[in-house]
């Protein structure tokens, strides 16, 4: 039941829910994200200490930097002939591209023989974009499809996350889908719909569950991996997916509402609060595989950039910097990379063509 002052957004949904009866939680989560006209990413700045988040590009460059030192690493170890795109899905201000570009520039060759490309619905976030990466060529895109063929390098952080997802609750009738629907009050609610989870899906996901119990699938999530795997597969290249989640198919409720930096109530603020849920891994590495390309990991995030050199690469840049500023890198290092912050709880997943595994996949 809701509480708090309504917005625009929430009355939207409140009327189509009583002229059309209720609908998913997929349904409801791409309203409240991408409505065009009151959809949080299509109008809100959410990104930073003033947003209502704060990814890991916006903590560090240290994070980009070092995401530019693999995709050049793999540029050089596959041999990628150019012109070879360089993608960003759900790039917010640019700021990881930004410090991409940045390393990228160090070999003059690699930065001539690429084609940037962002993959960005937001009008807000494309303006942000281009404001920052006005040095550069860019190609703007709503989805992956209209990219050229070719060898590709893409990169998707805290992308998945906020792809919308289903739930579906284990009852004594079979799994039922979890809806958003209103109460006597005509307040938004969740219930239990007639939608109902198949025996494959069930199978696929090789759970042992008890009543109660939460599944939630994310469809748009696999759709996007099958089309990487597939774009890679056929064309070369390498990707890399980082996001909070988990590692194999689990039950639970990950369904979550963050405004300024606060959960907040996921019926409430709609469109004016950042919906997500937690990452379904082995789902996105089956739908690659079953394209023919080649998946490593999920390794965490802390292992994946200590692998590469996190703090070699931190020394480097505290080097001749104030005491106050060297603090400042360990602290970002530690959210970062640390198991009680950043360094566990997301992952990073690799795509390839190739089944050599890339640095610092190998354990």
Not at 28 to 39: A, K, N, Q, R, V
Request: glycine fraction near 10%; include cysteine.
């Amino acid at each position: 039941m809701t509480s708090s002052a309504s917005t625009p957004l929430q009355e939207k949904i409140k009327k189509r829910i009583a002229d059309h009866g209720p609908m998913t939680l997929a349904e409801y989560m791409g309203i409240c994200l991408s409505d065009p006209e009151y959809g949080y990413y299509m109008r809100q700045q959410p990104f930073g200490t003033k947003g209502d988040f704060t990814t890991a590009p916006e903590i560090s460059q240290l994070f980009g930097e070092l995401i530019g030192a693999w995709l050049m690493h793999q540029w050089l170890s596959q041999d990628l002939k150019g012109p070879v795109n360089l993608v960003e899905m759900g790039p917010g201000r640019g700021t990881l591209m930004k410090d991409i570009l940045r390393v990228i520039s160090l070999r003059p060759q690699m930065l001539a023989n690429i084609q940037i490309h962002l993959v960005e619905t937001s009008p807000s976030l494309r303006k942000a974009q281009r404001k920052l990466l006005k040095a550069y060529t860019i190609k703007w895109h709503d989805t992956l499809e209209t990219i050229p063929d070719g060898p590709t390098l893409l990169v998707a952080n805290e992308l998945f996350d906020a792809l919308p997802i289903h739930q579906y609750q284990l009852t004594e009738h079979g799994w039922r889908e979890r809806c958003v629907g209103l109460d006597a009050d005509g307040n938004l609610t969740f219930g239990i719909g007639s939608g109902t989870l198949s025996p494959a899906d069930v199978a696929k996901a090789g759970l042992q569950a008890k009543l109660g119990d939460t599944l939630e699938l994310s469809p748009a999530s696999t759709a996007i991996a099958s089309q990487i795997g597939q774009r890679l597969k056929a064309n070369g290249g390498a990707a890399l997916l980082i996001d909070y989640g988990y590692a194999k198919t689990a039950t639970g409720d990950t369904f979550q509402a963050l405004k300024k930096h606060e959960y907040v109530s996921t019926l409430e603020h709609c469109g004016e609060a950042d919906l997500t849920a937690h990452v379904n891994f082995q789902a996105l590495a089956s739908a690659a595989t079953a394209e023919g390309a080649n998946v490593h990991g999920p390794i965490g995030q802390g292992e994946f950039l200590l692998g590469l050199g996190l703090l070699e690469r931190a020394g480097q840049l505290g080097t001749g910097k104030s005491t106050l500023d060297q603090d400042q890198i360990r602290k970002d290092v530690e959210r970062l990379a640390a198991d009680d912050q950043m360094g566990t709880l997301f992952k990073v997943l690799s795509i390839t063509n190739t089944s050599e595994k890339p640095i610092p996949f190998q354990n």
